[in-house]
């Protein structure tokens, strides 16, 4: 069985905009990258995994203040590890923006992440997992041999709606979006799509490789989820997903963050669930979960797997 693990480097004002609080502080700009991907670098080496990193390339920008996160992104690969687009901005409407913002979005990030690492990035996850024909088609032009972007799971979708709903009643608006809802009933194992209709099975020259979701219920087995559920609940999840045979386990950055120490402001830990448990807790979580998955999966990166579906 193959185990893929990503790691989304959302920046700080992603969450900002999700939960309608506005700018984010400048000095925290690049804080996920800077304390969560050095944590993530040691539990990868401590496992020996190779692992995929997308970065938002907009921090990689020749410009001054931004040399740390381009030798970040460089000892990355130095230590073997993958790095994916996750595109230039992070606009999370970006699967409704024209075709040109989209070529643009994901044409930058590839020119940037490319001049960053040496390597074009061979793999591409859309903001808020809302992939759409106009960038599956881009994908498939720039040569990419997968997207890992579908998240076929509805209660997640419902979970979004419910925070959207929440901030409307409160008249304020998030800036998630919620994602093609023909994408919730996409194939929860690696496919090759169609060109036109990314949620479908089709002949792109490209594999799509989804987030995972358990079998049945289809909740989504997600980093954020299991390093917050309670012991016994993610052992039963990880039980469940010995179904199958690929588990593309995604995180995100700040899920390696620790409110306090990383001086994140009392206005986003208030609404983020996450950052209101302790980083020794969250990391105690991942390492039993990679040491469970360790006993029966081969690790991989997402690009070596979409290689073992024939990409
Ligand atoms: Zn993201």
Known sequence: MLCSVSIDLDPISCYYRIHALGSSPRSLCDVILRRAVP?????????????????????????????????????????????GNHSFSHPYELARLPRARVVEEIGRAHVLIGDATGTPPVGFRAPGYDISADMLDELCHLGYRYDSSIFPAPGYYLAKVGVMFALFALGKKSGAVLTDPRALVASPSPYRPDRSAPWRKGNAPIIELPIAVTPWLRLPAIGTSLLLAPPRIRAHWLEQMRRRPFFNLELHGIDLIDAERDGIPAELVARQPDLRVSLSSKQRAFEATLGRLMLEYEFVTLGEAAGGYGA
Not at 53 to 58: G, K, L, S
Not at 64 to 82: M, N, P
């Open 39 to 83: 944590r993530f670098l040691d539990v990868f080496s401590r496992h020996n995994i190779k692992a995929t990193f997308f970065v938002v390339a907009e921090e990689l920008e020749e410009r001054a203040g931004k040399q740390a996160a381009r030798a970040l992104v460089r000892e990355i690969v130095a230590a073997g590890h993958e790095v």
